[in-house]
């Protein structure tokens, strides 16, 4: 049965800003939603709020989504990745991703080839420095050199492994999540029938390599949902949403899973126009209903409930592109109050 989890989105500046996120956390963990998740971006980080939201509440997962694998050296991930489930008493998930080759490049001042074989290494060290308590960590690779013998002891962590989950939309990526990962953090853009497809196909070669199972990788979803009285209103905020990502040749292969490939070109070409209005109109409905969900609050319940199976933990978002903190706050509000209907009509089913 498919879990569910919101972003912890705050409002406001200073401290107001991790109060309004901690309250929303303690909602999704009062209506009994698996995790809250925190983003990191150039100008904000993801471990100062799951900080604030492991101090704030007491059951919920936290997790990262995403935080940059590169933009932390490994021991620095391993030692506050430490912190922070010492903190929570045991409940962070941490999510990396690597962002595109230029993002590294440009924002990390890392080189931007073999992100998937970076990322295989990145997982190989962090679990050794987990153990640091059981002895020094050498490692000599392609992208990470780490000598670490202690001086004094190393306070055992408070458990023997810490889940690692890495978001992956291409065919190596996908690959290492099954081979190493606990899990996969999706895409957006990702559909059910597309995870179904490739995705698991992927996560089972990768699986295969390492002798393990690939029921053992847990695969997250992210489903954008655009709330809102005003249906046209809602569909077009999800439509811009999704012909933000559609223009990127990152998703053809999805797109040709559904037979979207020639509205893609149609989008790509109004992405370069930088024609909104012919974005939002090139983006289908098909392809509204099958990423998004685009209703009326009343509604949101019963749309929760069609979603199809394939995702075994869904983080629901407002669209990530064109909404104000306002009014992506007051999607929010509204995601939480539907998935307080859903849920409780799971338990009294």
């Known amino acids: 049965m498919?879990?569910?989890?919101v972003n912890a989105f705050g409002v406001g500046?200073?401290?107001?800003?991790?109060?309004?996120m901690t309250e929303l956390a303690r909602e999704a963990e009062e209506i009994g939603c698996a995790a809250v998740w925190t983003s990191e971006l150039y100008s904000r980080s993801s471990t100062v709020p799951m900080a604030a939201l492991a101090a704030g509440t007491s059951t919920i997962s936290?997790?990262?989504?995403?935080?940059?694998?590169?933009?932390r050296s490994p021991l620095m991930w391993a030692a506050e990745a430490r912190d922070l489930d010492e903190l929570s008493s045991g409940r962070i998930i941490l999510g990396l991703g690597n962002g595109t080759p230029k993002m590294m490049e440009a924002w990390h001042g890392v080189s931007g080839e073999a992100p998937a074989a970076r990322m295989a290494e990145l997982l190989t060290v962090l679990k050794a420095l987990w153990g640091l308590h059981e002895g020094p960590v050498h490692h000599d690779g392609r992208f990470y050199h780490v000598h670490i013998s202690p001086t004094s002891d190393v306070?055992?962590?408070?458990?023997?492994?810490?889940?690692?989950w890495i978001?992956?939309?291409?065919?190596?990526?996908l690959r290492t999540a099954g081979q190493l990962a606990d899990g996969l953090v999706g895409h957006p853009m990702f559909t059910a029938d597309y995870v179904r497809g490739p995705v698991a196909d992927e996560i089972a070669t990768g699986a295969a390599v390492s002798g393990r199972d690939a029921g053992e990788v847990t695969i997250m979803g992210i489903r954008m949902c655009a709330i809102n009285e005003d249906v046209d209103l809602a569909r077009r905020q999800a439509a811009y949403?999704?012909?933000?990502?559609?223009?990127?040749?990152?998703?053809?292969?999805?797109?040709?899973?559904?037979?979207?490939?020639?509205?893609?070109?149609?989008?790509?070409?109004?992405?370069?126009?930088r024609d909104d209005e012919a974005l939002i109109g090139a983006v289908t409905d098909d392809?509204?209903?099958?990423?998004?969900?685009?209703?009326?609050?009343?509604?949101?319940?019963?749309?929760?409930?069609?979603?199809?199976?394939?995702f075994d933990h869904l983080d629901l978002i407002a669209p990530p592109w064109g909404l104000s903190d306002q009014e992506t706050r007051a999607i929010n509000t509204e995601i939480l109050a539907g998935l307080r209907a859903h849920l409780s009509n799971r338990v009294s089913a």
Request: net charge positive; glycine share 10%; with cysteine.
């Open 13 to 20: 500046n200073g401290p107001e800003r991790f109060a309004t």
């Open 62 to 71: 936290i997790g990262s989504n995403i935080a940059y694998g590169v933009g």
């Open 241 to 273: 949403a999704i012909g933000q990502y559609a223009a990127s040749r990152v998703y053809d292969r999805l797109f040709e899973l559904h037979g979207w490939s020639a509205e893609q070109k149609k989008i790509r070409q109004a992405a370069r126009d």
């Open 2 to 5: 498919t879990t569910f989890g």
């Open 167 to 173: 978001a992956g939309v291409n065919k190596l990526m």
């Open 155 to 164: 306070p055992q962590p408070i458990r023997p492994e810490i889940p690692i």
């Open 287 to 310: 392809m509204i209903d099958t990423i998004a969900i685009a209703c009326r609050p009343a509604d949101f319940p019963e749309a929760l409930a069609r979603i199809p199976e394939g």
